[in-house]
């Protein structure tokens, strides 16, 4: 139906949608205040060296409103510990469950490939900014915890949380 909301993964050609929400919603970021060329490049190339796990998109009307990037930096065969970053709504979708839905994606996608054997444990982790405390809620909400704090993080003088979500 036109009205609802859809999450997938995206084709590297729509990677270029994500471009503008990024720069948006991202304002102090290294990368995404960079040229729309190499944030582009940056996005094709985290595409690339993820073909399990990678990016999620969510759409209404058909059209990106959001995303968000998973990568594996650790763990081992059976226990992956991925990492979730770039998570953003375009700031005129907010509020309309588009942030629910892709981060319900995020266990989906994880269950089924424990579904599909390529793993049997995961671990979700993200960090967040202690500016941004609409979204610490969101992941606490949803079942992640804070494991922990990083000083001058992303900047000097401002901390970050650890956020993590087990899943079994
Ligand atoms: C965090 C974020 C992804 C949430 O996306 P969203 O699509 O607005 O979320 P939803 O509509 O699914 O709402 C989920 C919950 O967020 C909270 N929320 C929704 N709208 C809100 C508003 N206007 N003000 C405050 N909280 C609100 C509510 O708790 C809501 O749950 P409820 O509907 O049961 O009340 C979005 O705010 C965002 O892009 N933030 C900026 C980027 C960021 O900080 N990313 C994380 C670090 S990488």
């Known amino acids: 139906m036109k009205d609802e909301i859809e999450v997938r993964k995206p084709r590297e050609d729509e990677l270029s949608e994500l471009v503008p929400i990024y720069r948006k919603v991202f304002k102090k970021h290294n990368i995404f205040q960079g040229e729309d ?15 399990e796990l990678g990016f999620l998109v969510a759409l209404k009307n ?37 942030g629910t839905a892709l981060i319900d994606s995020v266990d989906e ?3 089924d490939l ?5 793993l049997e444990s995961a671990k979700i982790e993200t960090r967040v900014s202690e500016n ?9 909400k949803f079942g992640y915890e804070t494991e922990g704090e990083s000083k001058s993080h992303y ?4 901390s970050a949380y650890f956020l993590g979500k087990e899943i079994d």
Do not use: C, M, S, T
């Open 132 to 140: 941004e405390k609409r979204a610490i809620e969101f992941f606490k």
């Open 109 to 111: 996608l994880i269950l």
């Open 37 to 51: 060329n190499e944030i582009k490049e940056y996005l094709q190339r985290k595409y690339r060296e993820e073909p």
């Open 114 to 118: 424990k579904g599909k054997g390529k």
């Open 62 to 98: 058909n059209k990106i409103v959001g995303g968000l990037l998973l990568r594996k930096v650790g763990g081992d065969e059976k226990h992956w510990n991925i990492r979730l970053n770039h998570f953003a709504i375009d700031e005129a979708f907010r509020g309309q469950g588009i």
């Open 155 to 158: 900047r000097k003088g401002e």
